[in-house]
Nanobody
Framework: QVQLVESGGGLVQAGGSLRLSCEGS????????WGWFRQAPGKEREFVASTNWNGGSTSYADSVKGRFTISRDNAKNTVYLQMNSLKPEDTAIYYCAVRTVLGGSFNYWGQGTQVTVSS
């Protein structure tokens, strides 16, 4: 059974940092694209960042560029999201996801981890 489990969320003051982790189990994800998404209260889920299989190709939402960094450890089947200079508007539930079909949608999702940034 495939599972993605996020961790590392919490409460932090504006300007602070958090590092989210997402570990996959049930199969190997080393050749697939990983992504992070978030959903704030009352808003639709939005893309945050993604990385290809070796970290050589990354993509970020404009709102997090220069502040967030996505990385991965294929040996651990894990992807990370380093979040610096956090702002109250970064408050959301953060989800990791994996896309196993080239050109398709992200088809495996974690349960989410809450990030709250206080002003």
């Amino acid at each position: 059974q495939v599972q993605l489990v996020e961790s590392g969320g919490g409460l932090v003051q504006a300007g602070g940092s958090l590092r989210l982790s997402c570990e996959g189990s049930g199969r190997t994800f080393s050749t697939f694209r990983w992504g992070w998404f978030r959903q704030a209260p009352g808003k639709e889920r939005e893309f945050v960042a993604s990385t290809n299989w070796n970290g050589g190709s990354t993509s970020y939402a404009d709102s997090v560029k220069g502040r967030f960094t996505i990385s991965r450890d294929n040996a651990k089947n894990t992807v990370y999201l380093q979040m610096n200079s956090l702002k109250p508007e970064d408050t959301a539930i953060y989800y990791c996801a994996v896309r196993t079909v080239l050109g398709g949608s992200f088809n495996y999702w974690g349960q989410g981890t809450q990030v709250t940034v206080s002003s």
